[in-house]
């Protein structure tokens, strides 16, 4: 009677670990995305910025 109840007390801990595994696995890929897109929208922004200072920064370089 002891080993069967030690076995799923057992079987049932592995499986709250797995759980809890896996819970912090999609924890951290959701950091990763929101990270990636910080990132792509920050870099959008640096484009865009150095587009719209680009055409007066080369009229005034062409001037004599």
């Known amino acids: 009677m002891l080993k069967p109840l030690l076995l799923c007390m057992v079987f049932a801990i592995s499986c709250i670990g797995c759980d809890t595994a896996g819970k912090q696995q999609q924890a951290e ?12 929208q920050a870099g959008e922004d640096m ?8 055409p007066d920064d080369e009229t005034e ?3 004599p």
């Open 47 to 54: 484009h865009n910025k150095n587009q719209a200072a680009s």
């Open 29 to 40: 890929d959701a950091r990763k995305a929101a990270t990636a897109a910080q990132l792509e």
């Open 61 to 63: 370089a062409e001037s």
